[in-house]
């Protein structure tokens, strides 16, 4: 493993939901984490140690009496090298394990011998995680300083319904982030961060409404990277499809004029990154009822107003304004001109640009090509994704506000 990475040791127990530990390994291999594994007997039965190599990039352990890992790592060397355990799927025999500390395998001789912080993701029948035993080992557990993520509420692969699901791959990595921040005092500790993310939902009627195709993942990954460098992050999201980033205060929208009720509120802010695709219109007075399609009587006349420009308003505020207010440019044609433009239209202090026509297939994907726009002059980053892009903001963000306060 690398040194200059953060190490995790992830424990794969037995269940069907040891597939997502696949997913998990990914997450944290995006985020730049390294990741080695120990796979219990039973999770074997799920998901095979070749897999679990193949997307770590490292040697996966499985025998407490194997000769030849005991004399190369060694349970206690193995349990002592991360920077932290997680436990995922931690079925309730394991929770069981760790809470008598039996060691009778790899995985609980490992967690009993290791000194560093345990995350634990418990999956595991609704029935199971509402027993008796199970909450007094949870409870215990928790007393004895191991962090819980999870479980979530849904449907089970036994066919019932409640909590017991893991919790998915990247509300887990974004726990794990978490709680490598509180190591040390991290960059951002004391700021407080605003972030919009996602789009906005202009109702005409009931059931329609003007929106776009923006995703959230950008605007999620920045505040994400924001968190995990103890910034006290409040993301403001529109409509999306993605789970609240752990560690973050996330307040759900829908329409621009909400979302910015709900930026206001989250002022004063020693920063402000304005991620969102907002509607620019949104249409003068929503039908109560839905529009009925006439025969022969055409389409209906739609009279739009302008949405409110939350950028300019929080950019150009006479009290109280960020230190430094950060606005994104999606463009299809002359990115760098309209970015340059909308950086002096807004007042803001940087623009993030980045071309969203339909070939570059940013708008949904994971992947992004940015160009951060300052009074300075442009810097044109390479195509990562868009967990590097925020994490790479993140710490430019961290360097502006090392010595600034809020105007």
């Not at 195509?383 to 892009?389: F, G, I, L």
Request: charged residues 25%; neutral net charge; aromatic residues 4%.
């Amino acid at each position: 493993m690398s040194t200059g990475q953060h190490r995790i040791l992830l424990i794969v127990g037995g269940g069907v939901a040891a597939y997502k530990a696949l997913e998990l390994i990914r997450a944290l291999r995006k985020r730049g984490l390294a990741v080695r594994c120990v796979l219990t007997a039973a999770a074997q039965q799920f998901v095979t140690p070749l897999a679990a190599a193949s997307l770590s990039g490292d040697k996966v352990y499985t025998d407490l009496f194997s000769l030849t890992d005991e004399a190369e790592m060694g349970h206690i060397e193995l349990s002592r090298d991360a920077d932290l355990l997680v436990v995922a799927p931690a079925t309730a025999d394991l929770m069981a394990k760790m809470d008598g500390g039996l060691a009778n395998d790899l995985a609980s001789t490992t967690l009993l011998a290791t000194d560093k912080r345990v995350l634990v993701a418990p999956a595991m029948n609704v029935r199971m995680w509402d027993h008796p035993a199970t909450r007094r080992n949870v409870a215990r557990l928790a007393a004895d300083g191991v962090a819980f993520v999870g479980p979530d509420e849904g449907e089970m692969a036994c066919g019932e319904y409640g909590p017991g699901r893991m919790a998915e791959p990247e509300a887990i990595a974004d726990a794990v982030e978490a709680l490598l921040t509180r190591r040390g005092e991290p960059r951002l500790a004391g700021r407080r961060v605003v972030v919009t993310s996602g789009p906005t939902h202009e109702p005409i009627d009931p059931v329609r409404y003007i929106a776009n195709r923006s995703s959230g993942k950008q605007g999620h990954a920045i505040a994400r990277a924001l968190a995990a460098l103890g910034a006290e992050v409040t993301l403001v999201s529109g409509p999306v499809a993605l789970p609240d980033p752990a560690g973050v205060r996330t307040v759900h929208v829908e329409t621009a004029r909400e979302m910015l009720a709900a930026v206001e509120a989250a002022m004063p802010s020693d920063a402000a990154v304005f991620c969102a695709a907002v509607a620019d219109w949104r249409t003068d007075g929503a039908g109560a009822e839905k529009m009925k399609k006439e025969a022969g009587g055409g389409p209906p006349a739609l009279r739009l107003v302008e949405n409110p420009d939350i950028l300019a308003t929080v950019a150009r505020r006479a009290e109280g304004r960020p230190a430094l207010v950060v606005g994104f440019a999606a463009e299809t044609t002359k990115v760098l001109e309209h970015a340059r433009a909308k950086l002096a239209r807004k007042g803001c202090d940087w623009i993030v640009a980045n071309d969203v026509s339909a070939a570059t297939g940013v708008m949904g994907g994971d992947r992004n090509t940015v160009h951060l726009v300052t009074g300075e002059g442009v810097e044109s980053w390479p195509t990562m994704d868009k967990d590097a892009v925020a994490r790479a903001l993140a710490e430019r963000i961290a360097d502006a506000l090392k010595d600034r306060q809020w105007v």
